[in-house]
């Protein structure tokens, strides 16, 4: 389940970084917050138009963290919230999770979905 709070950070402008570890080593990818939608799974459905080098390392290793904040959503100690996400991921270039990010980015080239396994206020 994601918290109410982190649906709240979805909606405002930020960004949202991306770390994959590919067989070179880390790597970083940043969205914005508010392009990343909620399959009905539950899952981070993330529009991909580029993300090759993302996209290469999570083809060796599916594991992903994510960041996201926003200076406008009421955090642990005041203004001010953001989150840790740990999940696995995969690169979607068709069927029905792709087509549903689809319809509203036409620019779409793929959709990295992440099964959330922890999200975690950090402040």
């Not at 709240?8 to 070179?24: N, W």
């Amino acid at each position: 389940m994601i918290p109410e709070k982190l649906l709240e950070i979805m909606k405002q402008d930020g960004v949202a970084a991306i770390a994959t570890l590919g067989s070179d080593g880390p790597h970083m990818v940043n969205t914005w917050n508010s392009y990343i939608k909620i399959s009905p799974d539950g899952r981070l459905f993330i529009p991909a138009g580029y993300m090759h080098r993302t996209e290469a390392n999570i083809a060796h290793n599916p594991n992903v963290l994510i960041t996201m904040g926003s200076s406008k959503v009421k955090g642990l100690h005041g203004a001010g919230a953001g989150f840790l996400i740990k999940g696995r991921a995969a690169f979607i270039t068709s069927g029905p999770d792709y087509d549903f990010l689809k319809a509203t980015y036409s620019w779409l080239r793929a959709n990295l979905a992440v099964t959330i396994d922890s999200a975690v206020q950090t402040w």
